[in-house]
């Protein structure tokens, strides 16, 4: 290897040296935090979305089931009074009615599947987002350490909802024994 390609082997780690420099890895983890956060809400919304075209269906189904009642019973009076032009009327109004409903369940199982698969997969990646929060805080708590030389900002860590509820059942209790 000569002098000059060794120069050049120097110089570019040299600049990718400088490009990690460069990037500050905490607003980059803060960043994909964001981010696994609103591909989170995009799945909830996607959820809500689908509930929301179940139930529009659901009424639309219902509406159908009244209309097919009510042919039907046009269909059975007609053919007691041996009028079958009217029975084959109420049958020709019947038929695509009950096309209709089939599709209308078929389209409901299908949302109620893939809702299902999403909500399965959003509680998995709920689970691994918290893990991610935490080890993401802990890491920036450590960078903190190191940068602060040895202080501590707490302001960022996480607390969970229980420990919050615990906190507040015993400043209640202890009210209670001060006011006692």
Request: negative net charge.
């Amino acid at each position: 290897m000569g002098l000059m390609d060794r120069l050049a082997t120097l110089a570019r780690a040299d600049a990718h040296g400088v490009v990690d420099a460069l990037e500050d890895k905490s607003l980059i983890l803060r960043q994909h935090l964001r981010e696994a956060g609103a591909e989170l809400n995009r799945k909830r919304c996607r959820i809500e979305a689908l509930t929301a075209e179940d139930q529009d269906l659901e009424a639309e189904a219902a509406r159908i089931a009244d209309e097919i009642r009510a042919l039907e019973e046009d269909v059975t009076l007609a053919l007691a009074g041996d009028k079958e032009e009217l029975a084959r009327f109420a049958i020709r109004k019947l038929l695509p009615l009950r096309h209709g409903a089939a599709r209308i369940e078929h389209r409901r199982e299908e949302l109620r599947r893939r809702r299902g698969e999403l909500e399965e997969q959003l509680a998995g990646q709920e689970g691994e987002y918290a893990q991610l929060e935490r080890r993401v805080r802990g890491y920036l708590a450590q960078l903190g350490q190191e940068r602060d030389g040895g202080g501590m900002d707490f302001r960022d860590l996480v607390v969970a909802d229980e420990d919050v509820e615990i906190e507040l059942l015993r400043r209640k209790q202890a009210a209670e024994k001060g006011g006692a």
